[in-house]
């Protein structure tokens, strides 16, 4: 007997036959003789109706009022999922946060988890019950109804299954698992049959959408086995879990790529020492995010340029909190550009070998392709190229670490 | 200053537009130096498609789901109103029925109120700030939701209003008030500017919908002054109100109708004791209600006929069980009827008048209207009549008691 939780997301549990098929696929693993707590997100788009409703009622909301406004999609599913397995003769019921409780701290709109009641939902599963928590959603102290930001019902599984000691938390989405691709650009991607919580952290991070970062970053810490797999057909996915765990581990893992990201250059900064932090300062206090920094060597006259990203959509903000810091800062121009992908290749096998930054270089300059910035970890290369030769670029590596399904 | 409960129902809280004209009006009185108590319904249509998933799942459902299912719809209308009255500058916050809380009995789809905790409530208040409650829901002792059956955010608004000692509830809604009778058929009915409880409550329970008859009830025994009102026009409505407040009392102070019954005759009927308790009681334990009764004096050979009304909906389920008791019980015929409708005549006025009744049956004989059935109770005179009468019969019975606007 295991213990297991379920995740299903907004596309799985879409109407009523989905929440029946989820109910079936339930009842399978119960019938299997295990202990199963379903955590479910809201309908999909159903949390974007809500979210409509809020923004055209107020710009700048309470996000108190917010929160409880659009926790109540996930409290609809919770009930409809409880319904449909007790229609089919599993004992289920369903747990709103509050009810658990799933005590967060007071960030409305993104409150992070801070202490999880397992007793009431161990006592359903020891009875042999199914107990279905309506994810996204806790509570604070004083009894306010927080979520956890978009895509939060990842972290309710991933949280719950370690405060539950899980032996497994299975992600169900719309895709079969986790691919050494995008499938949709590389058409001979392949899905990997397990992943390191690090790499599945960088991919996340990278820019792979299938699971949330924050819930990698959780399972890692807890050491949370996670399965990513499809609610639509009846195979394996991708599981998450400690390097040990994996044989043989590949070198490069995955190629992850977003286009999320902007750049901006600033020429003609004075290169003396604390010019970074005159910038970057401001931008970190305005609460914008600098992800890839490079710093050109400096040309004559004392003066320098500067690149970096930011995401796309704090790129005019960024650029009004730069134009106001323009004079004391000193510097001539900002050159923003919005046009750029940002491709990252990851592997923990990158540790143990050499050469892999430089076969990504190669291969791009071959394609013509012309790398504007680099980043580096101990796991993972990131260039920043210009946009237009995204899929190029993401086939050529694909082939060129030998990832291509044969 | 006073202290007001305003309740807004479906149609008023029907989209974004209609929820921000309802804080406009909600601040109007705010502004007026009130205190004011919002109790909201769901958006309309939201609770129908609620209601709705469950039963495409669920025909047998789990009250204590569909509770949770279904409270979702007011809880969206509490967090909005909330927003709506801050983006105008009025200081609110919304409260569901387990933060207020509003303990309820465990009688899950059609809860009773226990016990309102106000603490929480009354602090806002005294600060001068709007509690927006989402009303039709409750919670009981172990922490499930609940919720009142269908029109209960009247009952909230009411039971709030008792618990806080409003000085008011207003109750808004689609209609300008009570009127005599329903307008949509009696082109010539009249805005009542007050209405005693008792009447309100007859007028309700005979088929009046304009306000539940179980917030009626409660507004009678808490003595809560209601007003029943229009969100879409800006004038007074209706007061409900203690009998001593209305000094120039009409005798008949309006004429409601039902459509929701049905007639069933059960003929050739032993004539001896105990036969009525040997009918009624298995139809009590169905759960079925009788409303009006009516023997027939007895015919030759010991038996007689019994005629009686039940809810519509209980028709086929009623015959079903006659069925089942006819040959215990012993009768010929089972006759159901549903082209019928009841007409009732109220006003607190009759107890000191006499011959309200005999008018009625007048006035019907001389349109050539049949009674086949009367009941009557000390403020009340029904009958039922053929359905295809009915428009006739109010608009004549209107003008014979002079109710007609002039």
């Not at 750049?263 to 206090?285: E, V």
């Not at 650029?319 to 992908?341: C, H, N, Q, Y």
Request: overall charge negative; aromatic content about 4%.
């Amino acid at each position: 007997m295991a213990r297991l939780v379920q995740k299903f997301g907004g596309t799985s549990v879409g109407d009523v036959d989905r929440i029946k098929n989820v109910a079936r696929r339930v009842k399978r693993e119960v019938e299997a003789g295990n202990q199963v707590a379903v955590v479910v997100s809201a309908m999909s788009g159903v949390t974007n109706q809500l979210v409509d409703y809020v923004r055209e009622i107020s710009r700048l909301h309470d996000a108190r009022e917010y929160d409880t406004v659009v926790a109540s999609g996930e409290q609809v599913t919770s009930g409809l999922l409880a319904l449909a397995l007790q229609a089919i003769d599993v004992p289920a019921r369903s747990f709103l946060g509050w009810q658990i409780p799933l005590r967060t701290d007071g960030v409305h709109g993104r409150a992070r988890i801070e202490e999880i009641g397992t007793e009431a939902i161990e006592r359903r599963l020891n009875d042999g019950q199914v107990a279905v928590i309506a994810g996204f959603q806790g509570v604070t102290a004083d009894n306010r109804i927080t979520t956890l930001g978009r895509g939060g019902s990842d972290t309710s599984a991933v949280a719950l299954a370690a405060a539950l000691n899980a032996d497994r938390c299975d992600i169900y989405t719309d895709v079969e698992g986790v691919y050494t691709c995008d499938p949709r650009i590389v058409t001979r991607a392949r899905k990997l049959d397990r992943i390191t919580y690090e790499e599945m952290l960088e991919m996340a991070s990278q820019g792979a959408k299938v699971l949330q970062t924050r819930s990698v970053a959780m399972a890692m810490r807890h050491r949370v086995r996670v399965q990513v797999l499809s609610s639509f057909e009846d195979k394996p996915g991708t599981l998450v879990v400690d390097e040990d765990e994996i044989v043989e581990q590949q070198v490069v893992s995955g190629i992850a790529y977003s286009r999320d990201e902007a750049k901006i250059t600033l020429t003609g900064l004075a290169d003396r020492p604390g010019i970074a932090a005159s910038i970057f300062g401001p931008l970190a206090a305005s609460d914008i995010n600098v992800d890839m920094i490079v710093q050109n060597v400096s040309g004559g006259g004392g003066t320098t340029d500067l690149t970096f990203t930011v995401a796309k959509s704090d790129l005019d903000r960024t650029v009004a909190r730069l134009e106001e810091i323009r004079k004391d800062v000193g510097f001539s121009g900002i050159v923003p550009d919005p046009d750029v992908v940002k491709v990252s290749v990851i592997g923990v096998g990158m540790r143990s070998h050499a050469g892999i930054a430089s076969k990504m270089f190669e291969a791009l300059a071959s394609r013509g392709i012309n790398i504007q910035v680099i980043s580096t970890s101990e796991i993972k290369v990131s260039v920043l190229i210009a946009e237009e030769y995204a899929e190029l670029a993401l086939r050529t590596l694909h082939t060129a670490y030998g990832l291509d399904q044969v």
